[in-house]
């Protein structure tokens, strides 16, 4: 069977591994886009943006990584 084409936010809390309300506030600050549908606007979120989400904080934590390496005052404590 196919994957479907759209996602519920809960759906897309498990895929990412946060909370439901991590996910709705992801939504509603347009870090992650998304979309409104049916008569109460449940919010969707297609496989393929989400997909394109991963791959961009994948990107932004390399860049990260790259400006603060380790070993330069940044260990943890412990």
Excluded at 18 to 30: D, F, K, P, T, W
Excluded at 49 to 60: G, P, S
Aim: net charge negative.
């Amino acid at each position: 069977m196919a994957s479907p084409r759209f996602l519920q936010l809960a759906d897309v809390a498990e895929v990412l591994n946060i909370s439901s309300a991590q996910a709705y506030a992801l939504v509603r600050s347009g870090e992650l886009p998304a979309i409104k549908v049916g008569g109460r606007g449940q919010w969707r979120v297609e496989a393929s943006v989400l997909e394109d989400y991963i791959q961009r904080m994948y990107a932004e934590t390399r860049a990260f990584v790259a400006q603060h390496p380790f070993g330069r005052g940044d260990e943890p404590e412990g």
